[in-house]
């Protein structure tokens, strides 16, 4: 699944430990689907996690779903109409994480280039935590599903809890 070049708006991240960083951009994915990205084009997905809650903190669920992380709140600038949804929350290693709609943001190592939005939908389990993860949108909530086929998480030899990515 494609992306496509326009930004709608976006919003400076910069990177506090070398994990995910850039800018957050909307785009429109390959089914139309309005979705947030960093300015390399990773797709952003959040999970089951609540307001203030990181879960996702175990080295395994870390090498499949990367954190976005910020140096601290004034790196994190959210131009109209992201001002008021995205912000951070700290990581128990004390890592601030951006959040969207108070939910952490997170890369999927399985999106190999810019544009692709594999991990929309997939379940997986860490350390007795299942989660269901979202591809995310400038609205906050999970997308639509996704009209191509092509958006369907991809099969892998990886698997974690019973979960094969």
């Excluded at 850039?22 to 994915?29: H, I, L, P, R, Y």
């Excluded at 108070?102 to 991990?119: C, E, K």
């Excluded at 989660?131 to 958006?151: D, E, I, K, L, Y």
Aim: with cysteine; charged share 10%; hydrophobic share 30%.
């Amino acid at each position: 699944a494609g992306c496509g070049s326009q930004s709608s708006s976006q919003s400076t991240a910069a990177s506090g430990s070398g994990q995910s960083a850039g800018t957050v951009v909307t785009v429109s994915d390959a089914s139309g689907r309005s979705v947030l990205v960093t300015s390399s084009g990773r797709a952003l997905y959040f999970s089951n996690e609540e307001k203030g809650q990181v879960l996702c903190t175990s080295g395994a669920c870390q090498a499949i779903w990367t954190p976005l992380t910020v140096k601290g709140m004034n790196d994190l600038t959210t131009p109209p109409p992201l001002s008021h949804k995205l912000g951070t929350v700290a990581r128990p290693d004390g890592t601030m994480q951006v959040t969207l709609a108070g939910r952490p943001l997170y890369t999927f190592s399985f999106d190999h280039a810019a544009g692709q939005v594999n991990g929309d939908g997939t379940q997986d389990s860490f350390d007795g935590t299942d989660f269901t993860w979202h591809v995310a949108t400038p609205s906050g909530h999970a997308a639509g599903s996704p009209t191509s086929p092509s958006s369907s998480p991809p099969a892998s030899p990886y698997s974690n809890g019973g979960y094969k990515y």
